[in-house]
């Protein structure tokens, strides 16, 4: 028998707009009208009315203090919502993704979470590629099937404003310091940044193990070869 | 350069192009001269064009246009599914597939085993030099 067809458009389609395809008569007798007014012996169902509510007797309406000479319109307060950026379906904790941009390009790289600025939180894990504990945007990344497990890892103290930049404070330079190259003020990585990446690293890491190949597939980089094509493939 | 391969009743083709493009298909009837009437156990019966189909080696043995229960059987008794996986045209395809579905993690296996693969055979080869030498 020839599989059953779900309906896909309208039952009444617009052969040119504003102008249907079935008369009345025609769409009367497809929406089942005449087998719905059958199944109620001749009539079509109907709901009672409801009751007109009755005028408060007690507090009649008063005159308003205030005539508006103008009509204003009655804004609505509308909430604003600010919702992190959707997330793939394909994305979930312990994917591994391919970074497609940056000093890490290429590089295969274990999602950790969601910031609530919308950016994946990420890590390498370090020893593994060098790719420390970072933030990435959806758009540039690659989701591959690939999972790791993460249920022994905590990523909730990362947030966004763990990766703000410190404000350096700017002292005002006299004409002789003017003259005197500036020097490199090196960012050094503070340590706690150092014990936090270690903290989550080692759990990852033994996670990573268990699994054969896993480690040196992170390690490697990804790139396109010949043949490959980037619509076909499954990543 | 005689053909072995004839639209018959009972041919099984291969559809090479279009909607069930991949599917293994039975011709049950000739409609006229360019299209024929294909059925397949999991499928509508439909026509489709000859252009569209590849010919393959298996006939089964069925009346014109049978019922998809003595096609069933048909195909059962003649084994088509085996016979075809066993081919070396189905093998081929049972390749292509599986490497078109491996996904970034498996393709990365693949090279490593490659790259193994390839050293065993240049140290069994060097052993094989190193005695023909001596």
């Known amino acids: 028998m020839a599989p059953k067809k779900t309906r896909t458009g309208p039952r009444n389609p617009d052969l040119v707009p504003g102008i249907k395809k079935f008369s009345r008569s025609k769409m009367y007798h497809k929406r089942g009208l005449w087998a719905i007014k059958a199944k109620h012996g001749g009539k079509f169902p109907t709901h009672d009315a409801k009751p007109a509510p009755q005028p408060d007797v007690a507090a009649p309406e008063k005159a308003p203090k205030f005539y508006p000479a103008d009509d204003v319109k009655k804004t609505r307060a509308k909430p604003k919502k600010n919702n992190p950026t959707k997330l793939r379906a394909s994305i979930t904790p312990g994917t591994v993704l391919i970074l497609l941009a940056g000093r890490f390009m290429g590089k295969r790289v274990v999602f950790l979470n969601q910031l609530p600025s919308g950016l994946l939180l990420v890590t390498g894990p370090f020893k593994v590629n060098g790719v420390p504990i970072k933030r990435v945007n959806q758009a540039y990344v690659i989701a591959t099937s690939t999972k790791v497990d993460i249920s022994s890892v905590d990523v909730s103290k990362f947030d966004d404003k763990y990766f703000t930049k410190e404000k350096t404070k700017k002292a005002k330079k006299t004409e002789g310091e003017f003259f005197k190259s500036d020097e490199e003020k090196k960012s050094v990585l503070p340590q706690y940044k150092k014990d936090d990446q270690k903290a989550v690293d080692t759990a990852l890491l033994k996670a990573i193990e268990a699994v054969p190949d896993l480690k040196t597939y992170l390690s490697a980089r990804f790139s396109l070869r010949d043949g490959m094509k980037p619509h076909q493939l499954v990543f | 350069m005689t053909f072995k391969r004839f639209v018959e009743i009972g041919r099984v083709a291969l559809v090479n192009y279009g909607k069930e493009y991949g599917r293994l298909v039975v011709i049950v009837d000739v409609v006229d001269q360019n299209r024929a009437l294909i059925d397949a156990p999991d499928m509508v019966r439909c026509q489709i064009n000859f252009k569209r189909l590849s010919l393959t080696d298996i006939k089964i043995d069925i009346p014109r246009i049978p019922k998809k229960k003595t096609l069933i059987a048909a195909m059962e008794e003649a084994d088509v599914k085996n016979k075809w ?25 693949v090279m490593l085993a490659r790259i193994k693969r390839g050293g065993v055979i240049r140290q069994e080869l060097a052993r094989l030099k190193k005695e023909n030498a001596a």
Request: glycine content about 4%.
């Open chain 2, 85 to 109: 996986e066993k081919s070396s045209w189905g093998r081929k395809l049972i390749v292509q597939q599986r490497r078109a579905s491996l996904n970034d993690f498996d393709r990365f296996k």
